[in-house]
């Protein structure tokens, strides 16, 4: 009887710490082979880019982050484990919900949603005082955003 407890101790030791909430992080894109999930475009310029880990492991990127925001919103929010952008001015990816974006037209993109974001305030400030265009909007702004419009 006691190696029977012991060994359902060590099982559930082992099991138990699988069960709790998986962190997900963003992974490096792949230029060679890595295709939007939303338009077909290889993803070839990576400050605009964006990433969705699903919850069962796979990840989906996007070139855009309309692209990526079109698929977002589509989604059942359980089968999303993370989502991610790139940061305009660096090599970071930042949590989509925690990233601060800038929006206008004369922001080129590669699909062409006028959309980039930033790791801080300040960086997306900055880049609006050097390039003299964008305004800074929220997260829930950029999902309120009626991206099919732009594509």
């Known amino acids: 009887m006691k190696k029977t407890w012991t060994a ?32 077909n475009m290889g993803i070839s310029q990576e400050p605009y880019a964006g990433q969705v880990a699903l919850a069962n492991g796979d990840y989906e990127v996007f070139d855009d982050i309309g692209c990526l925001m079109t698929y977002y919103n589509k989604m059942d929010q359980s089968d999303i484990g993370a989502a991610f952008v790139k940061d305009y001015s660096g090599d970071d990816w930042v949590q989509v919900e925690k990233a601060i974006f ?22 997306a400030e900055a880049y609006i005082k050097k390039e003299g265009k964008g305004n800074i909007i929220s997260f829930d702004e950029v999902k309120a955003i009626d991206w099919g419009a732009h594509a």
């Open 8 to 39: 359902s101790l060590l099982i559930a030791a082992l099991i138990l710490p699988g069960c709790g909430n998986k962190q997900f992080e963003a992974r490096g894109i792949n230029f060679a082979t890595d295709i939007c999930a939303i338009c």
């Open 102 to 123: 800038v929006s206008d037209e004369a922001i080129a993109t590669p699909m062409s949603y006028g959309v980039i974001a930033f790791q801080t305030k300040e960086e």
